[in-house]
T-cell receptor
Framework: DADVTQTPRNRITKTGKRIMLECSQT?????MYWYRQDPGLGLRLIYY???????NKGEISDGYSVSRQAQAKFSLSLESAIPNQTALYFC??????????????FGPGTRLTVL | GDSVTQMEGPVTLSEEAFLTINCTYT??????LFWYVQYPGEGLQLLLK?????DKGSNKGFEATYRKETTSFHLEKGSVQVSDSAVYFC???????????FGTGTLLAVQP
């Protein structure tokens, strides 16, 4: 079974709709991240969380919100989706900073299309 | 701020050719450097990493050496295979936040 899972894998929605993307991990990691991938731009960090009570904005957090429901679950919400949020979204996890545990492990991605 | 620049693709090679994908970085302090690979339809996987100057990361025949003097971390492989076709991302992690900063990715296409 995959260590980092994302649901849904694909989603098509309309402008103005609320969308939630979910991420679960079985690696026992404290740290979780949400990225979006756009052609020619690489991956950009949306939000990250170091533990259940710690949520931080990344470089492109506008229009997004997150919820860390448990150590293993980190959800990303688009309150009112717009077409330029069409992208591939990745969740990632890592242990605490330092040594081998700082490697980030990625989920398979969610392809979101906003019409 | 910190940034990563990698060569644009696509890079198209024949099987068994030598591969180099250039990556340079700008960062304060001493970042850790990474290469991630994304196979078609999949998420990113760590390919190799180096945490200090002159370290060489290696995995699956790929190598990259952390060159502080040239702020580079070029990815190399002596003989590529069709199965190496993927998008390769160079990334750095600096400071205590463990945030990764990615380059834009380089698509590698290996033809039989």
């Amino acid at each position: 079974d995959a260590d980092v899972t994302q649901t849904p894998r694909n989603r098509i929605t309309k402008t103005g709709k609320r969308i939630m993307l979910e991420c679960s991990q079985t690696k026992g990691h404290d740290r979780m991240y949400w990225y979006r991938q756009d052609p020619g731009l690489g991956l950009r960090l949306i939000y990250y969380s170091f533990d259940v009570k710690d949520i931080n904005k990344g470089e492109i957090s506008d229009g997004y919100s997150v919820s860390r429901q448990a150590q293993a679950k980190f959800s990303l919400s688009l309150e009112s989706a717009i077409p330029n949020q069409t992208a591939l979204y990745f969740c990632a996890t890592s242990g605490s900073s330092g040594g081998a545990s700082d490697t980030q492990y990625f989920g398979p991605g969610t392809r979101l299309t906003v019409l | 701020g910190d940034s990563v620049t990698q060569m644009e693709g696509p890079v198209t090679l024949s099987e068994e050719a030598f591969l180099t994908i250039n990556c340079t970085y700008t960062a304060t302090g001493y970042p850790s450097l990474f290469w991630y690979v994304q196979y078609p339809g999949e998420g990113l996987q760590l390919l190799l990493k180096a945490t200090k100057a002159d370290d060489k990361g290696s995995n699956k025949g790929f190598e990259a050496t952390y060159r502080k003097e040239t702020t580079s971390f070029h990815l190399e492989k002596g003989s590529v295979q069709v199965s190496d076709s993927a998008v390769y991302f160079c990334a750095l992690r600096g400071g205590a936040t463990n945030k990764l900063i990615f380059g834009t990715g380089t698509l590698l296409a290996v033809q039989p």
